[in-house]
Each structure stands twice: as C-alpha cells, then as structure tokens.
C-alpha cells in the first residue's frame, strides 16, 4: 500500500466533499462518480487495501461511533423491526442471490454463489441517513436504518465466513447454527467487558485527554480481541459503543466535548475515503477481469442482474412484512416494537445502498482452495460486488430525496412530542438549580459573610436564567421565522468580543495568555450557542 497515495486521496476527498457540500450535493455520489472518472487516467497507480485493513481499521470506528450516538432505549424500542432487516433480510438476500448467481454464471458453484450473497447483503446506511436528516425523516425511520446498519454487518461476515469455509473445504468445528450464536454471544461479551474496563480506568484518570486517547482505541481492541477467539468483531465493537455512549453522561464535560468532535471528525474522514476509494476501484476491477480471460461484457452483465436482483429482493421482502402485518397474519412484535406505515417501510426498502463491507469482504476472498484449486468465480464475485456496491449508491442514492420528497413523511406530532420533552428538560433543569440553590443557602459554609453568600447565589440564578432564556428566545425566535437574524446578532456580538481582545493582544495592552484564557471562554459559550443551533435545524 502506497502511503503517499492514500493520504493524496484523502486530501482530495476533502478538496471534493467541501465542493459537493457548498453546491448541496451528496458527497459520496460525487466521490464515487469522480473516483471512477480518475481511475481511467494514465499511469494511475492502483490503490488496493487489505481486507483486513478495511475491516479492522476502517470498520471499527465507524460502527464505535455510531453506537455511541445510538441510544439503548431506542435500540430496544424498534428492536423488532431492526433485528428483522438487520438479520433475517440480510439473510433472505444472500440466499435469493445465490440461487440466481448460481443459475446465471457458470463459474460458479452454489457454494461460491452464497459467498457472493454474503458478499452483497450488507447494506450501509450512512448516506441514506445523512439524507434523511436533512430532508426531516422521522427519527424512528432513522432509528430503524441506524440500528440495522449495526446488526447486518455482523449477520453477513458470520455467514460470509461459513460459506467461504465450505467453498475452501476447511472444517467448521461446530454446527453452523452454534457457530453462529458463538460469534454472537462471544462477541457481545467481549466488548462489554472490555467496555467496562475502559470505563473503570477512565474514572480513575481525571485526564481528559487520556481518557479520550483511550476511548479512541476501544473499538479496534474490542473488534481484534473478538476477532482473535473467532467471535464477532462488529458485535464486539457495537456492544462497547452502546455500553459507553449509555454511561457517557459520567464523564467530564471536558471528556464529552472533546469526545464528540473526535467522532464527528474520524467519521467525516473514514467515510470520505470509503467512498472515494470505491470509485478508484473501477479500471482495475476491469482489468482483473480481463487479465483472467474473461469477457468484461458477460461480467457486466451478471453484475448488473444480480444489482436488479439485490434492488429487488429488499421491497419485496419489506412489503411481504407490511402485507402480512397489514392482514393480521404476522405475529405481533415483542415489547411493543413501533412498526412503519407503509410509506416509511418504502423509504426503508429503498435505503439499501451497499458500502465498505462489501468491497472488503468481496477483497477477502480466497485465492485459493483446500486441494490447490482457484476459488471458483473470484474475479467474479468482486467485479460484481463493484457493480452492486457502486451501482446502488448512485442508482438508491440519488433517487432518495426524491422519494423522501414526494413521500412528505415529515411527522407534526414527532416535532410536537420533541417540544415537549425540550420543555420538560429546561422545567427539570429550572426546578432543580432553584432546589440547589435554597440547599445551598439554607447550609451555607462556615467563615462565610450571610449577604455575600446570598450576591453569589445571587449571580449563579442569573447565569442559570440566562442560559435558558437564551435558549427559549432561540426557539421563539424560530418560532417567528426571524432565527437567522437572532443568530446574526449573536454571533456578530460574539466576533465583535473576539476581534476587540485580538486587536488588544496585538497593541500590546493585553498578554497573550490572557487573551487565549478570555478567547477560550468565549469558545465555550460560541461552541454551544452553535450546538442548540445545529440541533433544532436537524
């Protein structure tokens, strides 16, 4: 792997998000597309990770992070629905396309078959999500979408590994159903304990920093350490993630903040890459191919049927479902699992956009098996797994907003119940800093004058008040449509601050260390001004 080539595509895939954000495209269709275009110019190098690079450093901290902002409550809530796409969809498509790959290309075997539907399964529903952020999908349809992305990468590279096992002719000790409830069981345990254990040296550190560096490392230790025993690295790193992103309210403010824009930023790097490391594929899949002596048309054309199959199998399956529930003749969800109505299922079945885990475990195939032998269709089972991966994100990918669109699943009542519960926050919040306060005045310290306790009690009920009176006149102010010039004042009175102590650090009347003590503060209070903001738009 070329070092200097890999950090070439990543500042380009900087160069180019920034581009399609400015211009409100979808970056990754305009990195797909853009990649495949310079995949074709002469002397470009090949780009080509390990598989095992893809799946052990790329994949880890994505799915860690994702976890991480996915709440256990509403893991359990719709837990139904997503352990249905997130295990028995994935299922249904791995074996429909291996029966149809099976009967369609005759380099196949079944047992090869089902690696390419183990291959092509696993959907990735980072851009359908972005998507349906911005275009105000309801978050349970989010919800669905992000925990599915959680669970079917770990259903699709357990059967992945099985089917590759019997293809190879190496011996699964157990039963195939054990081994799979193995790598299930095995890989939850692993990553909570791990999880704990993080947990409990980071409330012994009380260094940001190091707590933060140690986080960071967690899921790649969690995935290898699952790994090693043959369990599940994904349900490994996934069971960490929601384990600490549950217990991350008992860390520092300082842990969380720094925490948070960690992830925000390794995300925004991995899936950049991810993305444009697809579209760099293109010209050497072909050439694969074609050095194999096999026609590139005929290869082509199975990876384009099996794509309609792949983009098929999903609204079919999901609407067998609705259809089922709709007559009564499906049984009833555990726990109350909130089902969709049939226009969010839709928006759900067509989420079904194919990514890392695809190209990588498609890298991952064998070279060779048992008796000597080449794995049967190799060649072609990743020339297909290009087609289906890129062919669904530009084909599912850009249709989205339109559907989203012309659907209007905006929910009045989800906005109204999230007003609510904001509402009930800042009461929470009010009555309890009052109680806080009256403790503290009705206990005050020892050597302590009565009137100046009471100006300093006094002080923190304003600076409370202030807080959530500009909070409330944000929502007020949106409420009234004049929020872009509430928050013009706002950040014209925070930059005028910044700009007058900059101009008095470079007169010569104010240290430079005070004015990074001042300047600071006045990033706090900035950074949360533009966080209320960020969240109410979204």
Known sequence: MNGVLVLLVIIAAIAVTSFAKRRDLQAPLVLVTIGSVASFIPGMPRLELDPEAILGVVLPPLLYSAALKFSVATFRRHLAPILRLGIFTVLATAVGVAFFANWLVPEFTLGAALVLGAVV????????????????????????????????????????????????????????????????????????????????????????????????????????????????????????????????????????????????????????????????????????????????????????????????????????????RRFGLAIEAPGGSVELGWRESLVVSWAGMRGVVTLAAASGVPVVIASGQPFPGREVIQAIAFVVAVGTLLIQGATMPLLIRKLDLADPGEREREEDQVNLARAISRESGERALVEFAEH???????????????????????????????????????????????????????????????????????????????????????????????
């Open 121 to 324: 399964a696993p959907t990735d529903a980072v851009s359908a999500v972005a998507v349906g952020r911005r275009l105000g999908l309801p978050n349970r349809v989010i919800a669905i979408l992000t925990g599915e992305g959680l669970v079917n990468d770990a259903t699709a590279l357990t059967l992945f590994t099985v089917a590759v096992s019997a293809v190879v002719g190496a011996k699964i000790p157990v039963h195939p159903v054990v081994f799979f409830g193995y790598e299930v069981v095995g890989g939850v345990l692993i990553g909570l304990v791990l999880a704990k254990i993080v947990e409990w040296v980071r409330h012994r550190m009380y260094d940001s920093p190091l707590e933060t560096v140690l986080g960071l490392m967690l899921p790649f230790a969690a995935y290898l350490a699952a790994e090693e025993v043959h369990a599940s690295g994904v349900l490994s790193v996934v069971a960490a993630g929601f384990l600490m992103g549950h217990k991350a309210t008992d860390a520092s403010v300082a842990t969380r903040i720094q925490e948070r824009s960690l992830w925000e930023s390794v995300d925004l790097l991995l899936e950049m890459f991810v993305f444009a490391y697809m579209g760099l594929q293109l010209k050497f899949v072909i050439d694969d191919v074609r050095d194999q002596g096999l026609p590139v048309h005929h290869v082509f054309f199975y990876g384009f049927a099996v794509l309609a199959v792949v983009m098929a199998i999903r609204p079919a399956w999901i609407l067998l479902h609705w259809l089922r």
């Open 444 to 538: 005050p310290p020892e050597g302590i004058n009565r009137a100046d306790l009471i100006d300093i009690l006094d002080r923190v009920r304003r600076s409370m008040r202030a807080r959530l009176q500009a909070e409330e006149a944000e929502d007020a102010a949106e409420k009234q449509r004049a929020g872009a010039l509430f928050d013009h004042y706002r950040r014209a009175a925070l930059r005028a601050q910044r700009e007058a102590i900059i101009a008095a650090r470079d007169a010569g009347t104010l240290d430079d260390e005070v004015m990074r003590s001042v300047l600071e503060g006045l990033d706090v209070e900035e950074a949360a001004a533009e966080e209320r903001v960020r969240r109410r738009r979204e």
